[in-house]
């Protein structure tokens, strides 16, 4: 099958992938990620008792203040519409309560490049970028890659996915939907791998 090509039906298998989807996700991390605050869905998870931490811990400050990625702690935290933020240092706790919106990953912290398929999955947080005071996080230096062969391109069809389709709803069931029924323009890892190599190539 293309793995560009979008269905227009139901496979048989699809309800029965959807479920397997759900069972494999536990509980645990479709609590964490399906608040329901106005961050559903983020990219938390169970961390040291806690149901929902951005980010796995991460600080989402540090990425503005020392250009990097650094692990926060339990010492310096936030709770910011149900979703626990750690921070590394006092500093940063307090930037952010000052103002969370400044800091906050777009897409709920998932991949971006993934919300360009309208598929709310990954999100390693050192894997980042700043464009016209936005964070966006990736799911790896290839989606990363992916993303930057047309960064306005892609940052539109981020926004327009994650506006009309998964903000406010369930990660599971979106990423279900659209792992089956993909957009027009859906790339596979490989696709996408091929289209890296052949830009960079045609760079040297």
């Known amino acids: 099958m293309n793995p560009t090509h979008a269905s227009r039906r139901s496979p048989v298998w699809a309800p029965a992938a959807v479920l397997s989807l759900a069972l494999l996700a536990g509980c645990s991390a479709l609590t964490a990620q399906n608040p329901?605050?106005?961050?559903?869905?983020?990219?938390?998870?169970?961390?040291?008792?806690?149901?929902?931490?951005?980010?796995?811990?991460?600080?989402?400050?540090?990425?503005?203040?020392?250009?990097?990625?650094?692990?926060?702690?339990?010492?310096?935290?936030?709770?910011?519409?149900?979703?626990t933020f750690r921070f590394a240092s006092a500093a940063h706790k307090a930037l952010f309560d000052q103002s969370p919106a400044k800091y906050l990953p777009q897409y709920g912290g998932y991949c971006a490049n993934g919300i360009v398929y309208g598929i709310p999955w990954g999100g390693d947080a050192d894997s980042w970028r700043i464009d016209n005071g936005r964070l966006f996080i990736f799911g790896g230096a290839g989606s990363k890659a992916g993303f930057e062969l047309d960064i306005p391109r892609n940052t539109a069809l981020a926004d327009r996915y994650w506006r009309d389709e998964v903000a406010g709803n369930n990660s599971f069931w979106q990423?279900?939907?659209?792992?089956?029924?993909?957009?027009?323009?859906?790339?596979s890892g490989e696709d996408l791998a091929?289209?890296?190599?052949?830009?960079?190539?045609?760079?040297?």
């Open 36 to 83: 329901s605050g106005a961050l559903r869905p983020v990219n938390a998870h169970a961390v040291d008792g806690q149901a929902r931490v951005m980010l796995a811990g991460h600080d989402v400050v540090s990425y503005w203040t020392q250009g990097r990625h650094a692990m926060g702690s339990a010492q310096f935290q936030s709770v910011y519409e149900g979703v």
């Open 175 to 187: 990423r279900a939907k659209r792992l089956v029924f993909r957009v027009p323009h859906y790339q």
């Open 194 to 204: 091929k289209a890296v190599a052949a830009a960079r190539q045609g760079r040297q």
